[in-house]
């Protein structure tokens, strides 16, 4: 019988690599923690209908990607494509948006499903860190997530990054420019499917990748010509706050994001050395999406940052993140008795804090010294019946190779000493 292996467009997180996904997410999610986000999480489905209205019915999410299953019981619900829909769900049911409370700020870091062609950067289990700022109108939110974006991937070590801007309007300017851009659509000679987009969704055809598409795209009337006054004095507003920051963005009038509740500012971060699958995050301000799912009037902004694609990135451009050992001491008893007696003092050190293993499986001293090397641990503690018969064990510097003997009674005081 073969064995099992993990679904098409999955892969399994396993040491060590694991180890920089962690340190991503929480890098991802220091800068949130420590700017008023308060941490949220939702389920891993929704009711579909939550996705359909809020991502919206003509995008890729929703017509061809998503995960929906019928429950014995007749719920049709789906695996969670985006967090938005989501989170936005949460606040309004847990009540969160109470006057005088807004804005409401949220993090959350989970993992998420499309059933999308799978390729490299492209999964169909992926993960990411997410942020919403939700019950305000103010430029310098939008502005504020940017910049935590921004210092998210900076400290990360990333720097073959760049932030696309743009804006796209609001209910008052974009069914003007839209009507504009469809008469404009109309008069190309596009294939059956792009011509079927132009009717639905014509923004999301500035968008084609392909040649043929973009030639004819020259002379496309361009959103920012079409923005109202609110619209291009809130643009300039978060342009200035960014640009004050000393966040460097580039104006990116073709950028439309693939999902249908954005307004206004969106944005997008692209890695320059991950091929086709290049935005590692993204994220804009939906104004209307709240009152698409059932609730009030509550403008509001976020981003999601893509943790699989963000680790390809550090990947890409070589940088080795900076994890600390997880093991700093490594116990090897030789003998029965030095067995007991030692296994006590790991537990003793691990309840002191200090992080500590042991070698298990009854080895020898050769390959339990291997298991120490190979834990990365600073110490190694070896004890023998010898060794236990004076009261000592012996101290092994692994880095020096240095060893002494130190009084049992003394070992945990000796460990968290030089370990400081
Ligand atoms: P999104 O652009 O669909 O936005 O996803 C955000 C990020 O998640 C992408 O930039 C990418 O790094 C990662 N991602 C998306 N799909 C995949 C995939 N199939 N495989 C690997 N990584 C993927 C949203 O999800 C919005 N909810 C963001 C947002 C929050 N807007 C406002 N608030």
Not at 26 to 35: D, G, K, Q, T
Not at 109 to 138: K, L, N, P, T
Not at 324 to 343: D, H, I, K, N, W
Not at 389 to 408: H, R, W
Request: charged share 25%; proline share 4%; aromatic share 8%.
């Amino acid at each position: 019988m073969s064995t099992f292996q993990a679904p098409k467009g999955t892969y399994d997180l396993l040491p060590p690599r694991s180890a920089t996904f962690l340190a991503v997410r929480e890098a991802i999610a220091a800068p949130l923690r420590n700017s008023g986000y308060g941490y949220v999480e939702t389920p891993g489905f929704e009711n579909v209908e939550l996705f359909s209205r809020g991502v919206g019915e003509s995008t890729d999410i929703v017509t061809k990607e998503m995960y929906t299953l019928t429950t014995k019981g007749g719920d049709q619900l789906a695996l969670r494509p985006e967090g938005t829909a989501s989170v936005l769900r949460a606040a309004l049911q847990g009540n969160l948006h109470k006057a005088g409370l807004l804005p409401v700020k949220l993090w959350y870091s989970g993992s998420y499903y499309r059933y999308e062609r799978a390729q490299a950067g492209r999964y169909r289990h992926f993960s990411q860190v997410g942020a919403e700022a939700i019950g305000a109108e103010d430029p310098a939110l939008d502005a504020e997530l940017i910049i935590l974006a921004d210092q998210a991937y900076r400290t990360l070590g990333l720097r073959n990054f760049r932030i696309l801007l743009n804006s796209l309007g609001d209910k008052e300017c974009r069914p003007v420019y839209r009507e504009a851009l469809q008469a404009f659509l109309r008069g190309l000679d596009l294939d059956e499917e792009t011509v079927r987009r132009a009717e639905i969704n014509p923004l999301r055809v500035l968008d084609d990748k392909r040649e043929s598409v973009q030639e004819q795209l020259t002379g496309a009337p361009m959103l920012r010509d079409y923005l109202c006054d609110a619209c291009k004095a809130y643009h300039e507003e978060v342009r200035a706050l960014v640009t004050a920051a000393g966040v460097a963005f580039e104006d990116d009038e073709k950028l439309v994001r693939g999902l249908d509740y954005y307004t206004r500012t969106t944005f997008e971060f692209v890695h320059d050395g991950l091929g086709s699958q290049s935005a590692v995050g993204g994220g804009g301000r939906y104004d209307g999406l709240s009152e698409m799912i059932g609730g009030p009037a509550l403008p509001s902004v976020g981003w999601a940052l893509g943790v699989d694609r963000t680790v390809l990135a550090l990947e890409a451009e070589g940088v080795a993140l900076d994890i600390p050992a997880a093991t700093s001491v490594f116990a090897v008893a030789l003998g029965e008795e030095a067995r007991r007696v030692l296994f006590g003092k790991v537990t003793e050190l691990r309840r002191a804090g200090v992080a500590a293993d042991f070698g298990y499986g009854g080895k020898g001293l050769k390959g339990a010294m291997k298991d120490a090397n190979r834990s990365g641990a600073r110490f190694a503690v070896v004890a023998g019946e010898r060794d236990l018969a004076e009261g000592v064990v012996q101290f092994k510097d692994m880095a020096s190779g240095e060893q002494t003997a130190v009084p049992l009674a003394e070992l945990v005081d000796t460990v968290r000493a030089r370990l400081a």
